[in-house]
């Protein structure tokens, strides 16, 4: 019987497909074009072996070479794999693993996903999952004002202009606590730092004693489809709000790459 480093050990077919995916995970939405000096300093490979693989990348289209002959990026037929991948999973498939991660992180939280009444200016909450006894998440279905709520900003945030002031035109915003926004243009210029900022809280807007970080998750063309957001009872919190901010910062990186999502490599960013 062999030992456990030869069983272990990748024969030469398999650490060629490795090779042939290192070349590809080289290229990133920074840089996406990338001379063979440059793919083989990131892999590690000598030139013979690198031009090699990306002549077999190239001729099956996972590469293009530019016209110049120069560089190379990522081919149409890499795009066409991802599609696929989408089109086998929808939204609530590929946030829901991000859902019971988040829970983990923080086991005395709820976390929710919802999006925009397609009527009005409430959430409806889509998924939910908390490992906390004590807390009552909203139930799947059930709806909240968007103004009040961390996920609602985050939604109203993530509209187009026309859409929002649609929105903002017949929208109800009753006082739930002593900090609810209840101004349409107070609410216009909170929106406006939800954008710029990434996330939304709530810090008990709705109801006294909670705080809520929301985040968008974002499809392949940049558009705010959902949000997350966990919600906390301050007073249980083992985490201070910047933590947990933080940690719902890059969860919102995280779930908009698994969604097809690839941000702009400079300038800021819009929900």
């Not at 480093?5 to 042939?20: K, L």
């Not at 961390?150 to 026309?162: D, F, W």
């Amino acid at each position: 019987m062999p030992g456990k480093g030869t069983s272990d050990r990748p024969n030469y077919q398999i650490r060629s497909v490795e090779r042939a995916l290192d070349v590809l995970e080289s290229f990133t939405a920074a840089e996406p074009a990338l001379h063979l000096d440059a793919l083989c300093e990131r892999t590690h490979l000598p030139k013979s072996t690198a031009f090699k693989i990306l002549s077999v990348l190239e001729h099956r289209d996972y590469v293009q070479k530019s016209q110049d002959g120069g560089s190379y990026r990522v081919g149409f037929q890499a795009f066409e794999v991802g599609n696929k991948y989408l089109a086998g999973l929808n939204m609530l498939e590929i946030v829901h693993p991000f859902l019971k991660k988040l829970v983990g992180r923080f086991p005395q939280s709820a976390a929710h996903v919802a999006v925009l009444s397609p009527t009005d200016t409430k959430i409806v909450y889509v998924d939910v999952l908390t490992r906390n006894p004590l807390l009552v998440p909203a139930p799947i279905g059930s709806q909240l004002w968007a103004h009040a709520t961390a996920l609602g900003k985050c939604l109203l945030a993530g509209l187009t202009g026309e859409a929002l002031e649609r929105r903002l035109t017949c929208i109800d915003m009753p006082q739930l606590t002593a900090k609810t926004i209840t101004d349409p243009q107070v609410l216009r210029e909170h929106l406006d730092r939800v954008r710029a900022q990434g996330y939304a809280l709530d810090d008990e807007e709705i109801s006294p004693g909670s705080l809520c970080v929301a985040i968008p998750c974002r499809d392949r063309q940049g558009a705010t489809v959902a949000s997350i957001s966990t919600a906390h009872i301050k007073q249980a919190m083992s985490d201070d709000t910047a933590s947990v901010i933080a940690e719902m910062r890059q969860a919102a990186r995280d779930v908009s790459r698994a969604m097809g999502y690839a941000p702009a490599p400079a300038g800021t960013q819009s929900l």
